[in-house]
């Protein structure tokens, strides 16, 4: 497999800041999630990136292909689309259903993508953008392996930790670390993703604070504090 170099890739993603409607974070400060049902820390000096679901949390420093720091909700009806044992789950099935069980989903859903949209990028008319995309520069899913599964527990809730690798078109190695839970009603992704290669160790420390940060609470749309 052909490898990027270090500059050229840290160049490429600096594309990613060309998108409207990125919020900077200039201090850290306590973000409130979906119908209030989470609180959490963002990190001061990184930014949040444009989801077209506004459900959906995602977070970066320098580039969504240099790492990725993320809170995902997704209904009950569609937390794992390439999984048909899920299909017909009652609210009662999810409930019960154990971590590892939520786990070996969440990797079959690794392995066929998230398919999480972010708001379009510019055009470049000579096709720059084109050429260097954030989207092309990010792992494939298809190259998910399995490295590490163990017992986690994240807001009071219990979890897993399912630890992943991926590449992406340059050969480029990445790690990723996934937790899931059901809350109020939905399925939630807490997720951790960077290239091994220097962002994954000056990164995860921010990500264990962010972590060990996040509060569950009951969902509110009237009279929140």
């Known amino acids: 497999m052909k490898h990027l170099s270090f500059g050229a890739l840290a160049f490429s993603l600096l594309l990613a800041g060309c998108a409207a409607s990125w919020k900077p974070v200039d201090k850290e400060v306590v973000f409130k999630g979906p119908g209030r049902a989470y609180l959490v820390n963002l990190p001061a000096g990184w930014k949040r990136a444009p989801t077209k679901d506004q459900d959906h949390l995602v977070l970066t420093r320098d580039g969504l292909s240099l790492q990725q720091i993320a809170i995902y909700r997704f209904s009950l009806s569609e937390p794992f689309p390439a999984v048909p044992a899920t299909r017909k789950f009652t609210r009662e099935d999810w409930q019960l259903a154990l971590a590892e069980e939520l786990a070996g989903y969440q990797l079959q859903q690794l392995k066929a993508g998230l398919k ?50 991926s590449f992406n078109n340059w050969g480029l190695k990445y790690n990723t670390h996934s937790s899931g839970f059901v809350h109020e009603g939905a399925y939630w992704l807490v997720q951790y993703s960077a290239p091994a290669l220097h962002y994954w160790d000056e990164s995860l420390p921010v990500f264990e604070q962010f972590r060990q940060s996040m509060e569950l609470k009951e969902k509110c749309f009237l009279f929140c504090s």
Do not use: H, N, W, Y
Not at 134 to 154: D, I, K, M
């Open 116 to 165: 999480v949209e972010m708001e379009s990028e510019p055009v470049d008319d000579d096709g720059f953008l084109l050429k260097f995309s954030v989207t092309s520069s990010l792992p494939f899913p298809s190259t998910v392996e399995q490295t590490r599964l163990v017992p986690r527990v994240l807001a009071q809730k219990t979890s897993f930790q399912l630890e992943t690798t």
